[in-house]
């Protein structure tokens, strides 16, 4: 006897068939689907938080929550008396710098936004319990300053036609300024929305694959001014040394002449 068959003798003494047992599971994962849950997330002064919400309960998932202990501040003294302060290696020094930031622009980021605000259409609108951004352009220079904070403003104005079509947004708060006495730009975002799980899913999957395929684009361009400034510094060295012959050469003539 196979596996299923005393499986369905058990489900027939217990009451149960295969196919209820079948339905019940289906039923169950329909429920589950349809259950609402969403997220909060909000970058507020320099602290990011993310909390999971599952029918209308928030669980905070970033930052996590230290548990106090009584016994932990006593190991950590007796290690910090034990332990010899390290010297820096060269090597971990050498693998900093070597490691690359990303350097996005301004352009790129709005293309991103966009690109996902494309991507969600085809799930008809979805809510927003909560959005809020604000934005302060700052910097050295007042005047790149007033070209950021314009070029921030039309590209929201770009923006809020296509948001209004595939958002509703419940409560919103956006507003931008600038700031000419500060050296760094500031930015306050939250964003709460609710869906049902098999959307979740799905809006998950159209926005990564979105993103996917913008950061593949900016990888490229990387690579691309990458080269550009290989050769062209090719190209510079090159010059000089051909400079330098020429010199070298004119000098030559020069003594064998005089």
């Not at 990011?48 to 599952?54: G, I, P, R």
């Not at 609108?125 to 007042?142: Q, W």
């Not at 070209?147 to 590209?155: F, I, P, R």
Request: glycine share 6%.
């Amino acid at each position: 006897m196979t596996f299923l068959h005393i499986l369905g003798i058990i489900l027939k003494v217990l009451g149960f068939t295969l196919l209820g047992v079948l339905g019940l599971a289906l039923v169950l994962l329909i429920v589950l689907l349809l259950i609402p849950v969403g997220a909060d997330a909000e970058y507020i002064g320099g602290e990011f938080k993310l909390s999971a919400k599952v029918c209308g309960i928030l669980i905070q998932l970033l930052p996590k929550k230290m548990r106090e202990k009584h016994d932990k501040p006593k190991k950590e003294k007796k290690a910090k008396k034990k332990k010899k302060p390290k010297e820096p290696k060269e090597e971990d020094g050498k693998e900093k710098k070597e490691k690359k930031k990303l350097d996005f622009t301004l352009e790129e980021i709005f293309e991103l936004i966009g690109k996902v605000l494309k991507s969600l259409r085809k799930f008809g609108k979805l809510s927003v319990d909560r959005f809020m951004l604000h934005y302060t352009a700052a910097g050295r220079d007042p005047c790149t300053t007033a070209e950021t904070l314009a070029y921030v403003n039309a590209s929201l104005c770009a923006l809020a036609p296509v948001c209004s079509k595939q958002f509703k947004v419940h409560d919103y708060d956006v507003w931008t300024t600038s700031d000419f006495t500060a050296d760094k730009m500031k930015l306050d975002f939250a964003l709460c929305i609710t869906l049902r799980l098999w959307q979740f899913v799905h809006v998950g999957l159209a926005a990564a694959f979105a993103a996917l395929g913008w950061y593949l684009r900016h990888r490229r361009r990387t690579k691309r001014e990458a080269k550009l400034a290989k050769q062209s510094g090719a190209a510079a060295g090159i010059n000089t040394e051909e400079k330098n012959e020429n010199i070298q050469g004119i000098e030559e003539r020069n003594d064998s002449n005089g």
